[in-house]
């Protein structure tokens, strides 16, 4: 009996990554990718402190309402 080779829907082969990044490539050429990917570190790192430090504005605002 032939062996039946079932591929989940969605997954995806070397050759279809390999298909993405040259269309990437095609559109936003090879400089514009460094400076996109900086932008969204740069993003990730001040949601981060973001999250991390306490706003100025709530320390403010509830000393605000005492008085």
Known sequence: ???IR???MGSLS?????????????LFGRGKI???????AQGIKAF?????DPAP??????NNERQ
């Open 48 to 52: 981060k402190r973001g999250i991390a």
């Open 6 to 8: 079932s591929i989940a």
């Open 14 to 26: 070397v050759w279809h990554w390999l298909i993405v990044m040259v269309i990437v490539l095609l």
């Open 1 to 3: 009996m032939p062996k």
């Open 34 to 40: 460094p400076t996109l990917m900086g932008d969204v």
């Open 57 to 62: 504005n709530e320390t403010a605002g509830s």
